[in-house]
């Protein structure tokens, strides 16, 4: 059982004291905070294969660096207040839809699917939701999904997609700009015993989502960082997709 109290107790600080100095000082705290997230995901890599095979995966190929890109926000703190990772063949390079956890007091949640969809990928789920919704509708109507799952997350368009009328029958689902699953986490969800065994259930409900998108999207070109954001987004800027 790995005890969360202290990755809670380093990211409550780091962002309070977000800086080189303050990070130094306390890197031994870090240090501590890291082994045990690390020993966590490696237990669940060891656990995974009744979802979904991850070859030789490694916790340390899976789980994303604390330092922020600087390159493109220089405003950005140059740490993250979080600790995240993706399950999926490849770890952070997968090129396949990837399971993901992000682990941040009063911002925990596990979640997954199509974050970033290419034109072609979009177009391609779209397609198949509007010849036959069948399928997906089996998908987030089933109960084991509806029990960890508050539907379709992500940003939507605010008008229809290009290409399809206002009264389409299925129109709430094709305005979807992505296609993910979130489920939050309270803090005292994740400090419980059983959070490996609840963190395997929710990823194993979410296993026919992917089921269903994954022959749609082909080879994602870099895995899903999911916005730790728990509704949907209506409406986005630019032009329609």
Do not use: C
């Amino acid at each position: 059982m790995i005890q969360f109290q202290p990755i809670f107790a380093f990211l409550h600080d780091i962002r309070l004291n977000n800086n080189h100095e303050w990070f130094e000082a306390h890197r031994p705290e870090y240090d501590q905070a890291k082994l045990l997230f690390e020993d966590f995901i490696q237990g669940l890599i060891f656990r995974f294969d009744t979802i979904e095979p991850l070859g030789d995966l490694a916790a340390k190929d899976a789980i994303f660096r604390i330092n922020n890109d600087m390159r493109f926000a220089k405003n950005k703190p140059p740490y993250k207040s979080h600790f995240s990772a993706v399950l999926a063949p490849g770890g952070r390079h997968s090129l396949r839809l990837p399971y993901y956890i992000h682990i941040m007091p009063a911002g925990s949640l596990l979640a997954g699917g199509v974050h970033m969809p290419t034109s072609v990928d979009l177009q391609a789920i779209r397609a198949a939701i509007a010849d036959d919704p069948g399928p997906i509708k089996k998908v987030i109507e089933a109960p084991e999904f509806r029990k960890y799952f508050d539907g379709i997350s992500g940003e939507m368009l605010k008008s229809p997609p290009r290409g399809y009328a206002p009264d389409h029958p299925q129109i709430e689902l094709l305005r979807h700009k992505q296609f993910e699953v979130l489920h939050p986490l309270s803090d005292e969800q994740v400090l419980k015993p059983d959070f490996a065994d609840h963190a395997l259930q929710v990823f194993s409900a979410m296993k026919p989502f992917f089921n269903y998108l994954q022959p749609l999207v082909g080879q994602q070109m870099r895995p899903a960082r999911i916005s730790p954001k728990r509704k949907s987004e209506p409406g986005m800027k630019g032009g329609r997709l």
